[in-house]
């Protein structure tokens, strides 16, 4: 058996450094398993890139358009194995009813995302449903096609509830964040966490993108007095990434949206 490459997909999502991530996963849904079978398509991966492959008898010469002859569409279960892909994900529904269909459409290099109530049963943690138009991959005859679906970060609101110990004492205006995006930060706005615990909130004004890592950080400057020791000081603290864990949202029509990161911060 030789086999011949016919299709390649590269997958992106720009929370990821690089927009790369190791981590979707594309596998046949039980009705195109026979075909995927029959027709000897395999799928090598190589991170983030799927290379479809035709084969053949090795005393064949290939003819795509004769090697699929027949082949309609293929289905495929896509998914990503971080079970927070929702959260920082913008361009996929959130609600618990809908999943995603991956279409391509002749001509069209980006794969065309709709979204809608699955057809049937799916696997769990099915993300949404890749569907292979044969018809529009033959008529091509390109060995070299490539095919892309590009997946955006969401972006919300950061926010950073700093708590101070008992001895330090802020005077408004004594406490900022300095942004990485040009945001500034609103308040600090005191809220009580607890019986006995405070603690003092900055929000951005404007939403941020989720990132998986980042290079550069808020950074925290506060004046404080040492009440025991009666004191003033000048501290500058490096503000974590708001990861996808933070993430705060409310309910609307049975989905959970999400509406800001937050992070809690002991001076």
């Not at 450094?17 to 046949?28: A, D, Q, T, Y």
């Not at 609101?157 to 700093?162: K, N, S």
């Not at 008992?166 to 004594?174: I, Q």
Request: glycine share 4%.
């Amino acid at each position: 058996m030789t086999y011949f490459k016919f299709l390649e997909l590269e997958i992106t999502h720009s929370f990821y450094p690089n927009g790369v991530s190791e981590h979707f996963k594309i596998s046949p849904l039980p009705i195109s398993e026979r075909d995927v079978q029959n027709y000897n398509i395999k799928i090598n991966v190589n991170r983030n890139i799927f290379t479809f492959y035709c084969g053949i008898s090795e005393t064949e010469n290939f003819d795509l358009a004769e090697a699929l002859s027949g082949l309609n569409t293929l289905h495929f279960q896509f998914y990503h194995e971080d079970s927070n892909f929702k959260n920082y994900t913008s361009n996929i529904p959130l609600n618990n009813t809908d999943i995603l269909y991956l279409k391509n459409s002749p001509g069209e290099e980006e794969l065309q995302l709709d979204h809608a109530p699955p057809n049937g049963d799916l696997p769990l943690y099915t993300i949404g449903v890749l569907l292979l138009d044969i018809h529009d991959i033959v008529s091509e005859n390109d060995p070299n096609k490539k095919l892309k679906l590009s997946f955006k970060s969401r972006e919300l609101l950061w926010q950073y509830q700093i708590i101070l110990r008992e001895n330090m004492k802020v005077e408004e205006g004594d406490l900022k964040i300095e942004g990485i995006y040009n945001e500034t930060y609103e308040g600090p706005v005191k809220k009580q966490l607890s019986h006995d615990v405070s603690a003092l909130v900055m929000t951005s004004n404007i939403p941020l993108p989720l990132k998986y890592t980042i290079t550069n950080y808020p950074l925290l400057k506060l004046r404080y007095t040492n009440t025991q020791l009666n004191v003033t000081k000048d501290l500058e603290i490096k503000l974590p990434n708001q990861i996808p864990e933070s993430i705060l949202g409310e309910e609307r029509d049975g989905a959970v949206i999400p509406l800001l990161a937050t992070a809690i911060i002991y001076v």
